[in-house]
């Protein structure tokens, strides 16, 4: 069968940068997804963007869907054929729907009886035809945070579509969505190119826009971008200050992206690096060139969505854009100057935290309460003056005019402020800190003082919110709490620190002036970061059975699962562990279902030598198990129980559990419970599955 490629390029008003990368990866699994589904099974998929562009092509399209043979039954044989075997009124009917002759149908015993059957063809319909309703289909589905409707139909999408090309085998599949006809027509950039470009393929698509100054391509923009880079910030006389993130942004904002190198005035570099950064960062895209030593030079890189600035206009333009923010900016720090961030404590009794969790002095208050704690937890209590200054001080930076317009940097003017007005390290430090770690990602803080005050201010806020019942279900959070709840626990793994869940959510509770026994919301947030643990854990690569297995035996001290599930992925593709952990399934069953439990094992109710076996087998892996679990040895502890393998085996080869003899069958449920108690504080192995990982 002959097979083509399909090509579609969806051309739309400029896209956010932050949304086009998930939404031309959504278009393509929903374009393959729905080819399969319509048994049309196809080759490699290529996906490009733009900015006001998504592009998908697939290549070894069927030109038509396969044949279908199904087996169709009919009415019963004895309503079929009359007495003397000759077709009734419904035979005839039958054959007449399917399309076959009577001599073509068949009789098939069912175990109702026997019944007419005929197996049929279905001819697969044209690729073209079914394409005419699957893309648009296909195109209604992606999904976006909002979406927008300007067309008579009400169609909802990001941004308006303005022109869409979609091509099989060379030529237009013919359909119209939100008033805008399919063709094989693309268009250029906005200002530099083409409108109504003819293409035939994708090959076609990609010259033809690179001859319109598009770059479809991403991976061809990300390298001209980073060359550009590198290339401005050695003729800057530095070197390029490496910003990942902005670098993709900077990819989905321009389709003919080229560098342009700019300058400000010395005078501002007296203004503190993380300010000057994040003024040009946020607000402008801009990224910062450095000397050898890291220390920011006057000078600035811009990506702009043209090939060139032969006249220096562009440049120009955004020298004089810099110089209005960052004259801002050093006016707001004169400003601020002028009072001290403990001068501003009271005033933060004005500012609203949210309406029935108070203000942001309480907030203050309220963590200032929990840091005692958290210090004696961990064995820092040296650190309770610093973390005592930082508490009462770390919220203040909102009500400074920096912030007020330069919301980025929270907690950042904060630290830069405290430092300034000669606060210890450990406190600006802590106060900087704050609103790390800002995704799983991304780095918690560095300093201990600043991990404890942030793990206090997200604890205070998750609970604060389920307190009033602002629980996150589905895709509604607006406090961020999944955010928040992440944070707590990567700043908990990242320093490594003992610490109690159940303990926390207690006293931040009752900071709020309510025990977790009144009511359901202690075990609500328990259930919150029993899934927020998954979620992290799914992201780090651990296998989705050892997660099961290891929160089984417990998660309120986040650390102690971690050492244990690491144990338990190290040991997952062992044999003697797998066949361990399928012969353990059995053993809960066991217990499952036993009537009596509890009872110690009596060495002389054993009537088989394996029973014998694996409780001497047991009495010598178990010191070693108790002592490894004591010193959080999982590795050691787990591969001594996988040690019992053998024996387990033997013992469940020869060995009826549910003897008749009801106490030789007590004293074998007794056997195999002491072994499962023997594993209950490091996982519930039960949940291994025994199929290996590929």
């Not at 430092?419 to 560095?446: L, M, R």
């Not at 303990?503 to 009144?518: F, T």
């Not at 004293?667 to 108690?677: F, G, K, T, V, W």
């Amino acid at each position: 069968m002959e097979k083509m490629e399909l090509v579609v390029e969806l051309g739309v008003e400029e896209i956010p940068a932050s949304m086009l990368a998930d939404a031309t990866r959504q278009f393509a699994e929903l374009l393959s997804e729905s080819l399969k589904n319509q048994r049309l099974a196809t080759g490699k998929t290529v996906e490009w963007y733009a900015p006001r562009r998504i592009i998908v092509g697939i290549e070894d399209v069927p030109g038509r869907q396969e044949d279908l043979r199904e087996t169709v039954t009919g009415p019963p044989k004895s309503v079929a054929y009359d007495a003397s075997g000759a077709p009734a009124k419904a035979a005839l009917a039958f054959a007449q729907k399917n399309g076959v002759t009577i001599d073509e149908i068949e009789i098939v015993t069912t175990p109702k009886g026997e019944y007419l059957s005929v197996v049929r063809t279905v001819r697969g319909e044209e690729t073209r035809k079914i394409l005419e309703s699957l893309i648009p289909a296909a195109i209604a589905k992606i999904q976006f945070p909002r979406t927008m409707h300007w067309s008579a139909d009400n169609f909802r999408f990001i941004r308006p579509l303005r022109w869409i090309t979609a091509l099989f085998g060379g030529e237009p599949v013919a359909f119209s969505l939100a008033g805008v006809a399919a063709s094989k027509f693309t268009s250029g950039h906005r200002f530099l190119g083409k409108q109504n470009i003819a293409v035939t393929s994708l090959a076609d698509l990609k010259e033809r826009l690179r001859e319109n100054y598009v770059l479809a391509d991403p991976a061809e923009r990300l390298v001209v971008i980073r060359e550009g880079l590198l290339r401005e910030a050695a003729a800057a006389g530095g070197e390029l200050l490496e910003d990942p993130d902005l670098v993709e942004t900077v990819v989905n904002l321009n389709e003919a992206p080229s560098v342009v190198r700019g300058s400000f005035e010395e005078r501002f570099l007296a203004l503190p690096k993380e300010i000057l950064v994040t003024v040009m960062r946020e607000h402008q895209k801009y990224f910062s060139v450095t000397d050898a030593a890291g220390e920011l030079l006057p000078a600035f890189l811009a990506v702009v969505n043209v090939p060139s600035d032969s006249g220096r206009l562009i440049e120009t333009g955004h020298e004089r854009v810099l110089r209005a923010r960052l004259s801002d900016a050093a006016f707001f720090r004169e400003t601020d100057a002028k009072t001290r961030l403990s001068d501003r404590e009271e005033a933060m009794g004005k500012v609203v935290f949210q309406e029935k969790l108070g203000s942001y002095k309480d907030k203050s208050v309220r963590v200032l309460s929990l840091i005692p704690g958290i210090a004696e937890y961990l064995g820092v209590e040296e650190l309770l003056p610093d973390l005592t200054t930082a508490a009462r001080l770390f919220k203040c930076d909102l009500i400074t005019e920096m912030v007020k317009e330069f919301t980025d940097l929270q907690g950042v003017v904060g630290g830069l402020y405290a430092k300034a007005e000669g606060y210890p390290e450990a406190v600006s430090k802590a106060i900087g800190e704050q609103y790390y770690p800002k995704s799983t990602t991304s780095p918690s803080p560095e300093s201990r003082t600043g991990a404890i005050l942030a793990l206090a201010d997200r604890l205070d806020t998750v609970c604060g919110c389920f307190s009033i019942g602002l629980i996150p279900s589905g895709s509604g959070d607006p406090f961020a709490i999944r955010r928040q709840g992440n944070g707590i626990l990567k700043i908990i793994l990242d320093h490594r620190m003992n610490l109690s869940l159940g303990a926390l959510i207690a006293d931040s509770l009752k900071a709020y002036g309510k025990a977790p026994e009144e009511g359901k919301c202690s075990g609500e947030l328990m259930q919150f970061f029993e899934g927020r643990l998954r979620f992290l854990f799914e992201e780090m690569g651990f296998a989705y059975d050892c997660v099961n297995a290891a929160i089984a035996a417990g998660f309120d001290n986040p650390l102690d699962l971690l050492e244990r599930l690491r144990a338990i992925q190290a040991m997952r593709e062992e044999a003697d562990f797998l066949s361990l952990a399928s012969n353990f399934k059995r053993v809960v069953n066991i217990l499952e279902q036993a009537e009596k439990r509890g009872d110690d094992v009596n060495p002389t109710f054993f009537a088989d030598p394996a029973e014998n076996a694996l409780y001497r087998s047991y009495l010598d892996v178990r010191p070693e198990v108790e002592a490894a679990g004591r010193n959080h040895d999982y590795g050691t502890a787990l591969r001594a129980l996988a040690s019992m393998r053998g024996v387990v085996d033997e013992f469940f080869n020869r060995v009826m559990v549910m003897a008749e003899d009801a106490a030789i069958r007590a004293n074998r449920i007794a056997l195999l419970e002491s072994i499962s108690r023997l594993f209950s504080g490091l996982a519930d192995i039960s949940k291994i599955s025994s199929k290996e990982m590929k």
